[in-house]
């Protein structure tokens, strides 16, 4: 174990002169830019191995204002584009929630400088993207005048070990193999606790951020007996002590991912997102404020609070797979965190295979529509013309159309004191479905610990559905009364209740069967404050000296996804290296 020397009586276990906490989409490029930069860099990560959210992720990467991709396939694009596009409050989305109109536009400015140079940083440190022309496949709030979605690629075998076989890898394990070839040194399986500020004094009138504490947090699958272990380990700093102090000489950048993980923060925004929502990218990392926290802890402000309760975007997700709880990607048994999965779940190809019901056992809404309005819209704002106000006149506004999480987290009989939770949702369907679709309802394809469900009748299946989730058992009555009325919507041949669209096929032969079916909170749009060097702000808006933020923990910036948070890190990894040691 390396030491090094004890700093005003404080006994510091590591020394770095920039210390990154989180190893996803802003962390690696912050860490990256930082040693660029010449300063000595620990990345410091509470998973086993790196990656975040980042390496589960699609791949799809939104970074345009003139990159060589878009120069090559001749997209005109700018970074002032990029900036007005992006700042441009004339912008609604069908159900009328305004995309853009609440980013702050000097976030906003950094971002659109540095977009371009952050891609041709990404190629210059091994991220490969697919030769295509940049498009908008994949893209939410990316602005409507140009094309500026890029996509990465996974290859099995290509030593890029995925924790699940996703695109995001692609991305990920290349900039993990650079930050270790330049120097980067790794701290896995330490959870940063703390952020260590120097109190004002007369000598320094603003205290600066000198450190972190971190502890031990090794990943013991259930099972198991030694915690998992990291696909690389060059660079690795090797430790099980249980808590350590961290000296930064330079700056500590935060990269911890944001707060939907965290059930009271984010509450703090939407009073309805109750524990029944699982998190997209959990249980691989978990997105749990400590970086907000720790860093209000030393007075650290929030920003841009609006951003995480907007309507739009992909804040909360349809579930994308059915009957496991961890719902949003389809988790592959080959996980090393399959055990914690426990299902890989099964996707449905057409709706009309399936009820959704609430924890009441009523039905809420059209089965058939999906996700809310999470696209750019440039193909419905014809003609757009930039920051005009008029633009609302060629949007096509539909404001029932994107109203699933409305129903589902409406009021009903079992929303009692003290959250008055609208309770997880159930998928519910019969032996002629799985026919269809071709689902197989066995383990590990489904849970049945909690998240699916089987019995020969409906009245049984109401009964047997239970988990922490569920207050208290469904009534039969109200579930064999709610498929008997869809039932007589098939012969009717239309939805009475909720307008599904034709509804074709009964829910009539046994055994039927209840899959979990609750959405998803999926990204965090709203962190701590941050100037154009994504410096961290205080209360008074004051940058506190040696602090700062990228990625998914940073406030201001209503974008969805890895664009926004390796810019964030480029930016904030470049200025951190260039502040002086402290004394
Ligand atoms: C399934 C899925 C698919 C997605 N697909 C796309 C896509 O196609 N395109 C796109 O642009 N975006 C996509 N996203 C979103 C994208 O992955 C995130 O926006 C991005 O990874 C956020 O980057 P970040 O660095 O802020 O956080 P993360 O990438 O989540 O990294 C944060 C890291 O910090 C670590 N950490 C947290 N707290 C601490 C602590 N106290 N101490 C030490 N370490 C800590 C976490 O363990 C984690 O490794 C997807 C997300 C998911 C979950």
């Not at 970086?291 to 309507?311: I, K, P, Y």
């Amino acid at each position: 174990m390396e030491r090094a020397e004890t700093n005003n009586g404080r006994g510091w276990d590591l020394e770095a002169d920039v210390i990154v906490i989180g190893s996803g989409a802003a962390g690696l490029p912050a860490a990256i830019k930082a040693v660029e930069g010449g300063a000595s860099v620990i990345v410091v990560e509470t998973n086993y191995d790196i990656g975040g959210h980042a390496i589960l992720s699609g791949g799809h990467m939104a970074l345009g204002g003139g990159t060589s991709a878009q120069k090559k396939y001749g997209i005109l694009d700018s970074p002032d584009t990029v900036f007005s596009d992006l700042t441009d409050w004339t912008i609604v989305q069908p159900n009328g929630w305004p995309d853009y109109r609440y980013n702050d536009r000097a976030v906003m400015r950094a971002f659109a400088d540095h977009c371009a140079l952050t891609y041709e940083f990404l190629l210059a440190n091994g991220v490969e993207f697919k030769d295509v022309p940049p498009d908008n496949h994949g893209a939410s709030t990316t602005g409507n005048s140009a094309p500026r979605e890029n996509h990465a690629f996974w290859t099995k075998g290509a030593g890029l070990e995925s924790p699940n076989a996703a695109a995001g890898t692609g991305v990920i394990r290349p900039l993990e193999a650079s930050a270790r070839a330049k120097g980067v040194r790794f701290l896995l399986n330490y959870k940063m606790t703390s952020i260590v500020r120097e109190p004002s004094t007369e000598r320094r009138r603003i205290g600066c951020v000198i450190g972190i504490t971190v502890e031990y947090t090794p990943r013991i699958m259930p099972g198991a007996t030694t915690p998992l272990k990291s696909f690389r380990s060059d660079g690795n700093i090797e430790s099980t002590k249980l808590t350590m102090n961290l000296r930064a000489t330079k700056a500590v950048i935060v990269a911890t991912g944001g707060s939907t993980s965290n059930l009271n923060f984010r509450r703090m925004f939407d009073p309805r997102l109750t524990a029944m929502l699982q998190v997209g990218g959990e249980p691989y990392s978990y997105q749990d404020a400590s970086g907000e926290l720790a860093a209000m802890a030393v007075g650290a402000s929030l920003w841009g609070l609006v951003n995480q309760t907007l309507e739009n975007g992909a804040t909360i997700r349809t579930q994308r797979a059915l009957a496991t709880k961890y719902n949003y990607v389809a988790w592959k048994v080959e996980s090393p965190i399959f055990p914690l999965v426990r299902a890989t779940g099964f996707n449905v190809k057409d709706w009309q295979d399936v009820i959704l019901v609430n924890q009441v056992g009523k039905r809420f809404y059209d089965e058939t529509k999906g996700d809310p309005p999470h696209g750019n819209l440039g193909h419905q704002i014809d003609p757009y013309t930039p920051n005009d106000y008029r633009n609302s006149e060629n949007i096509k506004f539909n404001p029932t159309k994107h109203n699933f999480f409305n129903a589902a987290m409406a009021m009903n009989e079992y929303s009692e004191p003290p959250d008055y939770c609208a309770g997880p949702m159930w998928a519910i369907f019969d032996a002629d479905a799985v026919q269809r679709e071709g689902w197989k309802v066995v383990p590990p394809y489904v849970d049945p610990d909690g998240y699916f469900f089987t019995a020969n009748t409906l009245t049984e299946l109401a009964a047997a559905i239970d988990n922490e989730y569920q207050p208290k058992p469904m009534r039969g009555a109200t579930l064999q009364a709610t498929v008997e009325r869809y039932n007589s919507f098939v012969d009717a041949g239309a939805d009475a209740d909720f307008g599904k669209p034709t509804p074709k096929y009964k829910i009539q032969t046994p055994p039927f069967y209840a899959a979990w079916a609750t959405p998803v909170v999926h990204d965090t749009r709203a962190g701590l404050r941050i100037n154009e060097k994504c410096q961290v702000i205080d209360m008074n808006g004051i940058v506190i000296p040696g602090l700062y933020c990228a990625g998914e923990s940073a406030g201001g910036f209503n974008q969805h996804g890895m664009g926004r948070c390796a810019t964030q890190g480029y930016i904030s990894g470049m200025n951190a290296a260039a502040e002086p040691r402290h004394e």
